[in-house]
C-alpha cells in the first residue's frame, strides 16, 4: 500500500510496510509540474508489465518495482488491483506509477485538486 501526498510543489508516494522491500524503494517525491494525470484502474495489473529490473512480479499475488516497457520505465507497488491508481508523469524517470492505495477515488481527487491549484 502507498500513501500518497502533496509536500507543497511535490507529489509524495510513500510505500508503507513490506512493501518497501518488495519495490525496493520507500519513497518517490515528483514535482507536480510534471504530473500530467491521474485515474483508478484496477484493469491496469493486466497490462504487459515488460523487463523487471529491479523488483518482483508474482502474478495475481503482487507487482512491485520498477518494470521497463517500451513507453519507458514504470514503477509498481500493487497487490489488490481494485485499488490500484495509475499516475502519468512527464519528463521524469518514470514514464508512470501504479501505485495501491487505500481510496483511489479521493487519491485521484488529491491530485487533479493539486493539479488545478498549480496551474
Keep these: 500500500m502507498a500513501l500518497v501526498s502533496i509536500d507543497g510543489n511535490d507529489l509524495i508516494v510513500?510505500?508503507?510496510?513490506?512493501?518497501?522491500?518488495?519495490?525496493?524503494?520507500?519513497?518517490l517525491a515528483i514535482p507536480l509540474a510534471h504530473v500530467r494525470g491521474a485515474t483508478s484502474d484496477p484493469g491496469i495489473v493486466?497490462?504487459?508489465?515488460?523487463?523487471?529490473?529491479?523488483?518482483?512480479h508474482l502474478p495475481g499475488v503482487?507487482?512491485?518495482?520498477?518494470?521497463?516497457?517500451d513507453d519507458g520505465r514504470v514503477f509498481w507497488a500493487v497487490r489488490?488491483?481494485?485499488?490500484?491508481?495509475?499516475?502519468?508523469?512527464?519528463?521524469?524517470?518514470?514514464?508512470?506509477?501504479?501505485?495501491e492505495v487505500s481510496d483511489p477515488r479521493a487519491t485521484v481527487d488529491l491530485i487533479e485538486h493539486a493539479q488545478r491549484a498549480e496551474a
Design 14 to 27: 510513500e510505500l508503507e510496510g513490506l512493501d518497501k522491500f518488495w519495490a525496493l524503494k520507500n519513497r
Design 46 to 56: 493486466r497490462e504487459p508489465k515488460g523487463l523487471r529490473a529491479p523488483g518482483t
Design 62 to 69: 503482487i507487482t512491485a518495482g520498477t518494470f521497463h516497457t
Design 80 to 99: 489488490d488491483p481494485a485499488k490500484a491508481v495509475v499516475i502519468e508523469l512527464a519528463d521524469q524517470r518514470y514514464a508512470r506509477l501504479v501505485v
